[in-house]
């Protein structure tokens, strides 16, 4: 059975740094691409950032572009995201979520762990 | 890389069939047959339920269908029950990000 895991959460001033990790479980972890998605408290999904199987590829959405790091640990089989200068617009429910077989949609997401930046 | 459009809110009573529709631009649905769909429940993570535009994976209700013209994708769901009561997100691959829709919610009357 396919798990994802999310952990690392928490409350941080805005201005401070996180680090969300995602655990994974139930496949070949580095057969597959990997992405973060965040949900804002009442509003939709936000696809954010991915890292190809390898880790030789990443890419991210223009609002978290130049603070956030995507990387990942294929021995650990762990995906993390480091979060850095983080705004109160940053705050939400952060999903991992596995790429699906053949690409181009995502079949497996975690349940999620929440973020809030606030002073 | 603005959310694809989609309405607020939708509904329907039981046995209906409602529509959803996604609408994107030439970067992103227009030129991509990469466009899936997501339902998501109350406290709960997205679930896929289409991908590349109409195939739905394995366990997915055949209630649900999907298409795509132009620049706007569709999902329909067929025989409404109470348990596709939800958000619903489509998502469209945009030549390096990925983009979602603004979602619908789906009200069973």
């Known amino acids: 059975e396919v798990q994802l895991v999310e952990s690392g959460g928490g409350l941080v001033q805005p201005g401070g740094s996180l680090r969300l990790s995602c655990s994974v479980s139930?496949?070949?972890?580095?057969?597959?691409?990997m992405h973060w998605v965040r949900q804002a408290p009442g509003k939709g999904l936000e696809y954010l950032s991915a890292i190809l199987g390898d880790g030789s590829f990443t890419h991210y959405a223009d609002s978290v572009k130049g603070r956030f790091s995507i990387s990942r640990d294929n021995f650990k089989n762990t995906l993390y995201l480091q979060m850095t200068s983080l705004r109160p617009e940053d705050s939400g429910v952060y999903y991992c979520?596995?790429?699906?077989?053949?690409?181009?949609?995502?079949?497996?997401w975690g349940q999620g762990i929440m973020v809030t930046v606030s002073s | 890389q603005s959310a694809l459009t989609q309405p607020r809110s939708v509904s329907g009573s039981p046995g209906q069939s409602v529509t959803i529709s996604c609408i994107g631009t030439?970067?992103?649905?227009?030129?991509?047959?990469?466009v899936s769909w997501y339902q998501q429940r109350p406290g709960r993570a997205p679930k896929l339920i289409i991908y590349?535009?109409?195939k739905r994976p394995s366990g997915v209700p055949d209630r649900f269908s999907a298409s795509k013209s132009g620049n706007t994708a569709s999902l329909t769901i067929s025989g409404l029950q109470a348990e596709d009561e939800a958000d619903f997100y489509c998502c469209s691959y945009a030549g390096g990000p990925y983009v979602f829709g603004s979602g619908t919610a789906v009200t069973v009357l």
């Open positions: 979520a596995k790429d699906r077989v053949n690409g181009w949609s995502f079949d497996s």
């Open positions: 030439t970067n992103d649905v227009g030129v991509y047959n990469f």
């Open positions: 590349d535009v109409n």
């Open positions: 139930g496949f070949s972890f580095s057969d597959f691409p």
